[in-house]
């Protein structure tokens, strides 16, 4: 299994709402990420998780919460969101620090 | 600090012609280099990578050859087919030893091939 999950799909909410971006992979990968993709522009890296623990936060503002509950799952909170933070949000994963990124499909992300 | 330039395009080339996307980075030491592609409505995919001068990755028929005295990593391919249409970026990671989370990309590269 080499796969990156991502759900859902797709996410259309309020900037009152309080919604959940999950991920998982089965590939025993101890790192993993959340990256945000504007379009036409490369993803930005907003956290990293290494073994469970949170090891990058990039200054993301605290409307945006991750949640690392076991080594195969990766969660991001989301609440009190802008328009502006409508994006697609991906995930990875990488056999610890080697930069070999195994990436989901994403959870595009609209805020009204 | 590290940076990646690449070409930006968009690059549009008929099936079968060659293609080169141009890549230059600027980094400390010895970094390990990447190119990803993106797919429409995709997420990023690992091409080919390298992690040391003159070392040569391929995959799918591209290739790239991580040259330390230009410091470049172009991307070639020999005979492009439509399916190839897509963002290609190009990446690096330094090796400060142990683990490093933090890929470089540059702006991307949006390639279509016609047939």
């Known amino acids: 299994d080499t796969e990156v999950t991502q759900t859902p799909k797709h996410l259309v909410m309020g900037m009152t709402n309080k919604k959940s971006l999950k991920c998982e992979q089965h590939?025993?990968?101890?790192?993993m990420y959340w990256y945000k993709q504007k379009a036409k522009k490369p993803p930005e890296l907003m956290f990293v998780y290494s073994y469970e623990k949170l090891s990058i936060n990039e200054s993301v503002p605290s409307r945006f919460s991750p949640e690392c509950p076991n080594s195969s799952l990766l969660n991001l909170h989301l609440h009190a969101l802008q328009p502006e933070d409508s994006a697609l949000y991906l995930c990875?994963?990488?056999?610890?620090?080697?930069?070999?990124?195994?990436f989901g499909e994403g959870s595009r992300l609209t805020v009204l | 600090g590290n940076s990646v330039t690449q070409m930006e395009g968009p690059v549009t080339l008929s099936e079968e012609a060659f293609l080169t996307i141009n890549c230059t980075y600027t980094a400390t030491g010895y970094p390990s280099l990447f190119w990803y592609v993106q797919y429409p409505g995709e997420g990023l995919q690992l091409l080919l990578k390298?992690?040391?001068?003159?070392d040569k990755g391929s995959n799918k028929g591209f290739e790239a050859t991580y040259r330390k005295e230009t410091t470049s990593f172009h991307l070639e391919k020999g005979s492009v087919q439509v399916s190839d249409s897509a963002v290609y970026f190009c990446a690096l990671t330094p090796n400060s030893g142990g683990s490093n989370y933090k890929l470089t990309f540059g702006k991307g590269t949006l390639l279509t091939v016609n047939p």
């Open positions: 590939m025993g990968h101890r790192a």
């Open positions: 390298a992690t040391k001068a003159d």
């Open positions: 990875a994963s990488s056999p610890r620090g080697v930069g070999e990124l195994f």
